[in-house]
């Protein structure tokens, strides 16, 4: 299949539509708890590593995992999230060929052993749904390597997993997280991507996964913070509901005051909705935090979320030159090391500056090199949509 049938924008949707499962099945009914009762680990150990990755503390977050696969060599759970470990280095920014290549490794591992384990229980509700996470994550992987149809193959078969997880265990909310962003994805989906859909006689309904994402958000156990993470993103960048989006972003905000993040999003609503007294104190919390701590790679971390959700600001305001010139600030102390996604990230937000300038030539300089850095944190996929064609003074990424 030609990789010129598929728009950009079609690609980056597919990013995300596929799986994006960093959590175990809540509470099983009292017969699969029966069947389930031999990976017997606690609740508390599973969720105090998913809080540190949300925390930004993968070390923390790797020692939790690496334990459970210790205690529990033949349990898929342990090496799903190993690879959910290096995949959350990957969604930060921390995109090089090693981290790549540890994920692929990882996440093969937590197939194969969710295998053997149906192998030995094809009862057992848990096992599927690692099975269906490790393979949302694959083809998601697949993807980014443009393996088109082999990623949408292997988003199906995550998906019969989870069906079936969700059969042998009715109350599992858990799962409605992974089932719901197919659906969401796949209705937004067009062209060939929509011809694929029908091909696996999955059609997608908008409506219907944003229900099930939001029971997951209120009801599960373990993927309820990434399903408020999910509808954030979809209400941000896809929908257009600022409003929706506020309280998901001030309650993961307070809850995770080591990542930033949230907190720029908080921003970012306010930017868009033109509360400006509310935009000014939170890019004042973020320099507070900033100053109050106590490393310097921490205290960089919050300055740059902060400047640049000030140049995301001027983006959104038509102030390119004063966006630019923020950038620039950024750009003056790269950190490789420690925030890599603070060099692509303002690079290409340059280059978006200078595409709303009208300067084509230099916003494709921008771009180009984006795309061609041995870690572009993510913002390649950007990038490369943007090269096809420039970004429009509406594109709700202009704030991401």
């Not at 349990?75 to 959910?84: I, R, S, T």
């Not at 997608?204 to 993470?229: C, D, F, M, P, T």
């Amino acid at each position: 299949m030609s990789h010129k049938l598929l728009s950009v924008r079609q690609v980056f949707l597919l990013l995300s539509a596929i799986l994006f499962v960093l959590v175990p099945p809540s509470s099983l009914g009292a017969e699969n708890a029966a069947r389930s009762a031999t990976f017997g680990f606690q609740k508390k150990e599973i969720l105090q590593g998913i809080d540190a990755l949300y925390d930004l503390e993968f070390d923390k977050a790797q020692s939790v995992f690496s334990t459970l696969v210790s205690e529990n060599p033949e349990n898929p759970a342990g090496y799903f999230y190993l690879a959910m470990v290096t995949w959350s280095r990957l969604a930060n920014g921390f995109w090089g060929p090693e981290v790549v290549n540890d994920f692929a490794k990882r996440i093969d591992r937590a197939i194969a052993v969710a295998r053997k384990s149906i192998q030995k229980n094809n009862e057992d509700s848990l096992s599927f749904f690692y099975l269906g996470g490790a393979l949302g994550f694959k083809g998601r992987f697949e993807l980014m390597r443009h393996k088109w149809l082999t990623s949408y193959n292997l988003a199906y078969h995550a998906i019969s997993a989870l069906d079936t997880s969700l059969k042998l265990d009715p109350n599992n909310r858990d799962a409605l997280f992974g089932l719901g962003v197919f659906d969401y994805y796949t209705a937004r989906l067009s062209g060939v991507l929509k011809f694929l859909t029908y091909l696996f006689l999955h059609k997608g309904n908008k409506e219907e996964g944003l229900r099930k994402l939001h029971i997951a958000a209120e009801q599960a156990v373990y993927s309820r913070i990434e399903a408020k993470s999910m509808l954030i993103h979809i209400y941000l960048f896809l929908e257009d509901q600022c409003e929706k989006a506020l309280p998901l972003t001030q309650e993961l905000a307070a809850r995770f005051q080591k990542n930033p993040r949230y907190k720029y999003f908080e921003g970012i609503v306010y930017a868009r909705e033109g509360r400006e007294s509310e935009f000014e104190a939170v890019v004042d919390f973020l320099k507070r935090r900033s100053v109050a701590q106590r490393s310097k790679s921490r205290s960089l971390l919050w300055k740059d979320e902060a400047l640049y959700l000030e140049a995301s600001y001027y983006l959104l305001r038509s102030k390119y030159t004063d966006a630019i010139r923020t950038l620039d600030r950024i750009l003056s102390y790269p950190d490789p090391v420690s925030n890599p996604a603070m060099i692509a990230w303002p690079l290409l937000k340059k280059g978006m500056s200078y595409d709303l300038l009208g300067n084509r030539e230099k916003a494709v300089e921008y771009y180009s090199l984006v795309k061609k850095m041995r870690n572009g944190a993510g913002a390649q996929f950007l990038a490369e949509k943007y090269l096809k064609k420039p970004v429009s003074k509406g594109d709700l990424f202009l704030g991401y």
